[in-house]
């Protein structure tokens, strides 16, 4: 299947998600790699079957190898992190902030690709994660790389979009039951 299958997948109801869809990803200014390796993390942090099964395919065939494994991973190490520093930021107990997180993140530091593709990966997925601490460390990594806010933002749209049509698709799927 394909993104096309996805969109042709989406009930009338949900008219905007295709079309937003097909306008994230076919008209994105984003370079492929950094497009779908976006696509392919933010699919995973959507944790839907369905919409990781149509995406995944286009994804590694327009990724390198390094790359298709660094989207997989920014998506894994986040899934972590989101966890930890959003339960953190939200303790009023400051002190848990002082304290050594004691996690394993090497793949931040040596991702496989370059660095700001996985930060604006790793970005896209703490959209969909909701955690502030890891979207404003990642954003500010990204300004300082210089990259602009059209191109963040950029990845935020294609992760909500992502986000709203595997809600979409697995609420119809259970409904269908």
Same mark, same amino acid.
């Given at each position: 299947? *394909?993104?096309?299958?996805?969109? *042709?997948?989406? &009930?009338?109801?949900?008219?905007?998600?295709? @079309? %937003? @869809?097909?306008?994230?990803?076919?008209? *994105?200014?984003? &370079?492929?790699?950094?497009?779908?390796? !976006?696509?392919?993390?933010?699919?995973? =942090?959507? $944790?839907?079957?369905?919409?990781? $099964?149509?995406?995944?395919?286009? =994804?590694?065939?327009?990724?390198?190898? +390094?790359?298709?494994?660094?989207?997989?991973?920014?998506?894994?190490?986040?899934?972590? %992190?989101? #966890?930890?520093? $959003? !339960?953190?930021?939200?303790?009023?107990?400051?002190?848990?902030?002082?304290?050594?997180?004691?996690?394993?993140?090497? /793949?931040?530091?040596?991702?496989?690709?370059?660095?700001?593709?996985?930060?604006?990966?790793?970005?896209?997925? *703490?959209?969909? %994660?909701?955690?502030?601490?890891?979207?404003?460390?990642?954003?500010?990594?990204?300004?300082?790389?210089? #990259?602009? $806010?059209?191109?963040?933002? +950029?990845?935020?749209?294609?992760?909500? /979009?992502?986000?709203? /049509?595997?809600? !979409?698709?697995?609420?119809?799927?259970?409904?269908? +039951?």
């Amino acid at each position: 299947m *394909s993104l096309d299958s996805l969109k *042709s997948a989406l &009930p009338d109801y949900a008219k905007d998600l295709k @079309l %937003n @869809l097909g306008s994230v990803i076919g008209n *994105s200014d984003l &370079p492929a790699q950094q497009l779908w390796g !976006t696509v392919l993390a933010t699919a995973i =942090a959507s $944790r839907s079957p369905i919409v990781l $099964r149509e995406l995944e395919p286009e =994804a590694k065939a327009n990724l390198t190898p +390094e790359a298709y494994t660094a989207a997989k991973s920014a998506a894994a190490i986040m899934a972590m %992190n989101n #966890v930890f520093y $959003r !339960t953190r930021h939200l303790l009023s107990d400051d002190e848990y902030g002082t304290l050594r997180a004691g996690l394993r993140m090497n /793949v931040i530091g040596n991702p496989g690709v370059d660095k700001v593709d996985f930060e604006l990966w790793s970005f896209a997925v *703490s959209a969909i %994660n909701g955690c502030g601490m890891c979207l404003d460390s990642h954003e500010q990594v990204l300004r300082k790389a210089g #990259v602009e $806010r059209e191109t963040i933002q +950029e990845a935020f749209k294609i992760a909500a /979009v992502v986000q709203a /049509v595997a809600t !979409t698709l697995d609420a119809e799927a259970a409904l269908a +039951e």
